[in-house]
C-alpha cells in the first residue's frame, strides 16, 4: 500500500519527488505552514520513500519491503524521530541523544533520515548543539525539520536547509476531500479550524462547531450580560466540555481575530461576524490589540499550567471588563 499524499499537499510533494528521481536527497530539509495541513504526514512519506526498497513509479513507498515493516513498527534503525512531549519543548538532553546517534555510521546501505517535528520547541541551548549536528550530519544522513513557526528558529538553522514553504493550499481539493467525509458545513467548519483540513475533519468528527457557537454565545454574554452571568460558572462549564483548554483559547483567539479584522474594515464573512460587529462599537482597538495578546499569553501557559480554571477565569473576567470605566 503506497503512503497517501493529501492532495493540497500535491505541489510540494512534486519538489521533494523530484529529489527521489535525481537521486540527490538533501543533507537538511524545512517543512513551514501552517498548523494542520498535513506538514509532518509530508516529511513521514519523504522519509518513507527514501528508505523504501520498492517505491513506486511515483515515488511513493511501498509499504511492505523490510524497510517499510520496520519502518511502520517504528523499529527501522536508520528512521529517527525526534519530537516534544505535550507541553515540553526539545531540549539538551534529546538533542545529545541525538548527536551520538548520528556520529554512529547508518545500519543498513541506504541513507539515514531524522525527522524533527515541532523544531521550533528546540531552546537556545538545545538549538544550539543541534547546529552541529546539522553542520556535519555524518554520512547518508538527512535531516527534515518540520515547525509552523519559522521564525523562532535561529537563522543558522534555517539558512542551512532546502526550505519547503507551503503557503497556498488549493481550496478546492479540501472541499472535496472534506466531502469525502460527509462533511457539511465546510466553509464555518475551516473558519473555526482556522483553515486547516485536517482539524476541520477533526472538529466535524467531534461535532465542535455547534459547541464553539454555544461558547461563542456565553461569551458575547459575558459583555452583553455583565453582571448578570457568573463568570466562575461559566469557566468551570467550559473546561468540563470535551475539548482541550488550549482549542477554547484557540478559538477565543479566532473571535478576537475576526474582531481586529472587522476593526480594520474587512467585510463580514464567519458565522460570528455579525455579533461581533454589533459589539464593535463597545470596544478601543488599543484594549483589543492588548487583550488579545494576554489570550495569546494564556494559550502558551495553559500548556503548561495546572490551573486552568483561574487561568480562564482571568482571561474571562478581562473580557467583560474591556472598556468599562472604573470608579
Ligand atoms: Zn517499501
Request: charged content about 20%; some cysteine.
Amino acid at each position: 500500500m503506497a503512503e497517501p499524499i493529501y492532495p493540497w499537499l500535491t505541489p510540494y510533494w512534486q519538489t521533494l519527488e523530484h529529489y527521489l528521481r535525481q537521486q540527490r536527497i538533501p543533507q537538511a530539509v524545512l517543512i513551514t505552514g501552517r498548523a494542520g495541513i498535513g506538514k509532518r504526514q509530508l516529511a513521514e512519506c519523504f522519509a518513507a520513500s527514501v528508505l523504501c526498497e520498492r517505491p513506486s513509479e511515483a515515488w511513493l513507498a511501498c509499504g511492505h519491503c523490510h524497510a517499510c515493516v520496520l519502518r511502520r513498527a517504528g523499529t527501522h534503525p536508520d528512521f529517527i524521530v525526534l519530537e516534544p512531549e505535550a507541553g515540553k519543548g526539545l531540549g539538551i538532553d534529546s538533542v545529545r541523544d541525538l548527536l551520538a546517534r548520528m556520529a554512529l555510521k547508518p545500519q543498513f546501505e541506504g541513507q539515514r533520515m531524522i525527522l524533527i517535528d515541532a523544531a521550533d520547541t528546540l531552546n537556545p541551548a538545545a538549538a544550539n548543539a543541534f547546529l552541529k549536528g546539522l553542520e556535519e550530519p555524518g554520512e547518508r544522513t538527512t535531516i527534515i525539520m518540520v515547525t509552523d513557526k519559522p521564525a523562532r528558529l535561529p537563522i543558522t538553522i534555517r539558512s542551512r536547509c532546502q526550505h519547503i514553504q507551503i503557503t497556498e493550499l488549493d481550496q478546492a481539493q479540501i472541499q472535496t476531500w472534506l466531502a469525502q467525509y460527509q462533511v457539511t458545513q465546510v466553509d464555518a467548519l475551516l473558519a473555526l479550524a482556522n483553515g486547516s483540513p485536517l482539524r476541520a475533519l477533526d472538529y466535524h468528527e467531534k461535532n465542535y462547531l455547534a459547541l464553539a457557537e454555544q461558547l461563542f454565545d456565553e461569551w458575547l454574554s459575558l459583555r452583553c450580560e455583565r453582571g448578570h452571568v457568573n463568570v466562575v460558572k461559566i469557566a468551570e462549564n467550559w473546561l468540563k466540555q470535551p475539548v482541550d483548554a488550549v482549542i477554547l483559547l484557540d478559538w477565543i483567539c479566532l473571535w478576537l481575530v475576526r474582531l481586529l479584522k472587522l476593526f480594520y474594515g474587512e467585510k463580514v464573512q464567519t458565522g460570528f461576524d455579525s455579533a461581533l460587529q454589533e459589539i464593535k462599537s463597545q470596544l478601543e482597538l488599543a484594549q483589543l490589540c492588548r487583550y488579545y495578546q494576554s489570550v495569546l499569553e494564556g494559550r502558551q501557559l495553559v500548556l503548561t499550567q495546572s490551573n486552568q480554571q483561574l487561568l480562564l477565569e482571568k482571561l474571562l473576567i478581562e473580557w467583560s471588563q474591556l472598556g468599562v470605566k472604573h470608579g
